[in-house]
Structure formats: structure tokens, C-alpha cells
């Protein structure tokens, strides 16, 4: 039986995210120090000011209101894993398919406020409305379609921003030197002028580097990890529909599990073995 209620998605810190700007700013800023440097020689709230400023600016340029506000929201991804188990999945829809094949698939209709997953609920409701197999299949595959090209979208907003930020950075560097060349007449002033000039560089460079970039690719991963999730929720209840016996059902859906350990055609293996699964059915 389903269980009363609704299994949300587990939040949890990202260590990797964590670890990974601080072992970068560490080493970065331990090898100032060790070479003789101090961290207020890149302490400078104008230089930051130019590169975050200029970045935001010229990616607001080129990005759709929806898109930069759907960018925003997705910014705590990078630092959050929102995410439930493929195993808890696998179980929570083999009880739908268990309570299907002894009650009927109408049944599930009492369960659908408890299923907190939309994708899940939306694609267990057209099937207790008894809508075609394969109707059901091309609506759920087309949200999946829609939310995929969202996420690219997304995505591209903060590979945007890493190619924008480092010139950016120079533009403040360019900046920094056109106020050093008018006091060329104190060379101690000048070369200390020169020196701060670069900073903006230095964080149009690391920010690109250390986050703008990082961050693309961890929301393409996040984006990824949630297609699979809802292929496998869509293969779940095609089964379902179908009147596939749960124990099958259970092999079917465990061919995501095993496609997350493999490298390379991640999104391929999956598929392949739920049909081969059907076949053997």
C-alpha cells in the first residue's frame, strides 16, 4: 500500500560545493601569502564592484527577465542537493503498482494527494483518468522536453557570466591604469597604482573560474539527475498503465539505478535495459 504521506525530496548541503571554494580560495590565498603578498593587496571593493557589476550587467543585456529569475532561483542548487533516492522512488512506485494489480489503477486516485513529486502525481492522474498509454507517454515526455530546454537555458546564463567576468576584469584593470597615468610624477605612487589596477583582473578571472563556470556545469548536472528521476517516473507508470507485474516493474526501474554508476551514455543505458525488461516480459 501507499504510504499516507507525502515522501518530499531530502535537502541537504552540497560538501562538494563547500569543499571545493574553500580548498580553491585557500590555496589561491595561502600562495599570496607564502609568496610575500597580504591579503589586503586584493582587498579592493572597487575592483569587485566593476566585475560584478559589468558581468551582471552584460548578462541582464542578454537574457530574457524570465529566464535571469529562473537563473536566481536555481543559484541554491549549486550549494543545496534537492533530490530524492532512485531507490525510494523504485519503491514508493512499486506500492502504486502493487495497490493497482489488486484494486485497480482508480484506486490511485485516493493516493494522489499524498504524492509530493508534480511530474509523478500529473502522469498517475492522466492514467487514473484512463487516458491512451501512449498519449500519457507524449504529454509526460513533452514536460520533460520543456523543463530539459529550461534548464539549458539556465545554464547558459552562468557560462554567460564565466566568459563575460574575465573582461570585464581588464576593462577594470584598463581602468586602474588610466588613473595611475595621471600621476606619473610619483613613481613610488605609480607602481603601487599598477599593482591594485590588476586586481580586478585577478577577480574577473577567479570568479569566472572558481564560481560563474563551476556552477553552469553543477546546475547541468542537477538538471540532468532530475530527467533521469523522471524517466524513471514515467517508465513507473507506463508499467502501471500496462498492467506489468510489479516484481518486473521493480527490474525495470532498477536499470537507472545501475545506468548512475556508469560513465558516458548515462541517459542511453537506462532505456535500453527498461526495454529490454519489456521484452522479457
Same mark, same amino acid.
Given at each position: 500500500?501507499?504510504?499516507?504521506?507525502?515522501?518530499?525530496?531530502?535537502?541537504?548541503?552540497?560538501?562538494?560545493?563547500?569543499? +571545493? &571554494? /574553500?580548498?580553491?580560495?585557500? +590555496? %589561491?590565498?595561502?600562495?599570496? #601569502?607564502?609568496?610575500?603578498?597580504?591579503?589586503?593587496? %586584493?582587498?579592493?571593493?572597487?575592483?569587485?564592484? @566593476?566585475?560584478? +557589476?559589468?558581468?551582471?550587467?552584460?548578462?541582464? =543585456?542578454?537574457?530574457?527577465?524570465?529566464?535571469?529569475?529562473?537563473?536566481?532561483? !536555481?543559484?541554491?542548487?549549486?550549494?543545496?542537493?534537492?533530490?530524492?533516492?532512485?531507490?525510494?522512488?523504485?519503491?514508493?512506485? @512499486?506500492?502504486?503498482?502493487?495497490?493497482?494489480?489488486?484494486?485497480?489503477?482508480?484506486?490511485?486516485?485516493?493516493?494522489?494527494?499524498? %504524492?509530493?513529486?508534480?511530474? /509523478?502525481?500529473?502522469?498517475?492522474?492522466?492514467? =487514473?483518468?484512463?487516458?491512451? &498509454?501512449?498519449?500519457?507517454?507524449?504529454?509526460?515526455?513533452?514536460?520533460?522536453?520543456?523543463?530539459?530546454?529550461?534548464?539549458?537555458?539556465? =545554464?547558459? #546564463?552562468?557560462?554567460?557570466? +564565466?566568459?563575460?567576468?574575465?573582461?570585464?576584469?581588464?576593462?577594470?584593470?584598463?581602468?586602474?591604469?588610466?588613473?595611475?597615468?595621471?600621476?606619473?610624477?610619483?613613481?613610488?605612487?605609480?607602481?603601487?597604482?599598477?599593482?591594485?589596477?590588476?586586481?580586478?583582473? #585577478?577577480?574577473?578571472?577567479?570568479?569566472?573560474? /572558481?564560481?560563474?563556470?563551476?556552477?553552469?556545469?553543477?546546475?547541468?548536472?542537477?538538471?540532468?539527475?532530475?530527467?533521469?528521476?523522471?524517466?524513471?517516473? &514515467?517508465?513507473?507508470? !507506463? $508499467?502501471?498503465?500496462?498492467?506489468?507485474?510489479?516484481?518486473?516493474?521493480?527490474?525495470?526501474?532498477?536499470?537507472?539505478?545501475?545506468?548512475?554508476?556508469?560513465?558516458?551514455?548515462?541517459?542511453?543505458?537506462?532505456?535500453?535495459?527498461?526495454?529490454?525488461?519489456?521484452?522479457? $516480459?
Amino acid at each position: 500500500m501507499a504510504d499516507s504521506k507525502p515522501k518530499k525530496a531530502s535537502t541537504r548541503p552540497d560538501l562538494a560545493t563547500l569543499g +571545493g &571554494l /574553500l580548498l580553491a580560495a585557500g +590555496g %589561491i590565498l595561502g600562495g599570496l #601569502v607564502l609568496e610575500g603578498g597580504k591579503l589586503t593587496d %586584493i582587498a579592493q571593493v572597487t575592483a569587485l564592484m @566593476i566585475v560584478l +557589476g559589468g558581468t551582471i550587467g552584460a548578462v541582464m =543585456v542578454t537574457t530574457p527577465l524570465r529566464t535571469l529569475i529562473k537563473a536566481a532561483k !536555481c543559484l541554491g542548487s549549486v550549494f543545496f542537493e534537492h533530490s530524492q533516492e532512485p531507490a525510494e522512488m523504485i519503491e514508493e512506485i @512499486i506500492s502504486y503498482a502493487t495497490k493497482a494489480r489488486k484494486n485497480s489503477i482508480i484506486s490511485l486516485e485516493a493516493d494522489l494527494p499524498n %504524492i509530493a513529486d508534480p511530474f /509523478l502525481r500529473k502522469a498517475i492522474s492522466l492514467s =487514473v483518468d484512463g487516458t491512451d &498509454l501512449q498519449e500519457l507517454r507524449k504529454m509526460m515526455e513533452l514536460d520533460i522536453g520543456m523543463e530539459h530546454r529550461g534548464g539549458e537555458a539556465v =545554464v547558459k #546564463v552562468y557560462e554567460a557570466a +564565466g566568459g563575460y567576468s574575465p573582461t570585464i576584469g581588464i576593462i577594470g584593470a584598463v581602468l586602474g591604469l588610466i588613473q595611475v597615468m595621471k600621476h606619473l610624477e610619483n613613481i613610488e605612487e605609480v607602481g603601487r597604482g599598477i599593482a591594485v589596477a590588476f586586481v580586478a583582473t #585577478v577577480y574577473g578571472v577567479a570568479s569566472a573560474n /572558481l564560481f560563474f563556470l563551476p556552477a553552469a556545469n553543477k546546475i547541468k548536472a542537477r538538471f540532468h539527475h532530475a530527467m533521469e528521476a523522471k524517466e524513471l517516473m &514515467l517508465e513507473g507508470v !507506463c $508499467s502501471i498503465v500496462e498492467g506489468m507485474n510489479p516484481k518486473l516493474i521493480r527490474v525495470k526501474l532498477e536499470a537507472f539505478t545501475q545506468g548512475e554508476s556508469e560513465s558516458g551514455s548515462k541517459s542511453k543505458a537506462p532505456k535500453q535495459a527498461a526495454q529490454a525488461a519489456v521484452a522479457q $516480459s
